[in-house]
């Protein structure tokens, strides 16, 4: 059949993008992929997709994280070891870095499943990203983002977003034309702990 490991070894995300644009094609590939995604009760009415190629919107969403980025005490438990003085800055100034694209992941707000809105967001991301990688487009999820504007909601721009109503978005995925070449990775097994029940 299909050989998925060999996907999952040029998988990565991506944080470089050069100019080049994603055609209307690969965008209607990544949102077949999105389509394709395994959702909870099958509820494909609770998602909503908003593909953003506006500059200045993602500027405008962009500074709920350079607001949150100033709580550095914060940013440096989120992204882990502060070496020396410095909190690490990737992403500070465009939480997108600059991909030409980027497809939010909605979910309708909902209190009969707490919790499945984030599994299904997540799992539409996955598929996204998966196809972008297929597509030789690098991509990564876009979390931090949207979490800015929802700790700092002086800071929140999400409207520009014209979601419908009663939707909130989730989570993103930056797509683009990566600056590094894709390498094959060793396939490892070893990054997350397992117990077996016997
Ligand atoms: C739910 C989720 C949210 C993420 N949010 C961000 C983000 O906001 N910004 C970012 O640069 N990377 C984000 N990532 C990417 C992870 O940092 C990345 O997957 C992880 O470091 C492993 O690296 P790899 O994807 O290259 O294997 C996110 C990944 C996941 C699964």
Redesign the pocket.
Known sequence: MFDYLELAKIR??C?KYNKEDVTDDEIQKIIYAANMAPIGSSRYEDIHLTVVKNREVLDSLAEAVQERFKDKETISKIIGEVKGEEVPTK?KDD?FYHAPVVIFISHRKQDLQPGIEWANV?SVALAMHLEATSLGLGS??????LEASRVLPQFDKTYLLDIPEGFEPL?GLAIGHSVIEPKARELTDKKIKINEIK
């Open positions: 990565t995300s944080r992403g939480p997540s990564v999820f876009m979390w931090g983002a989570l």
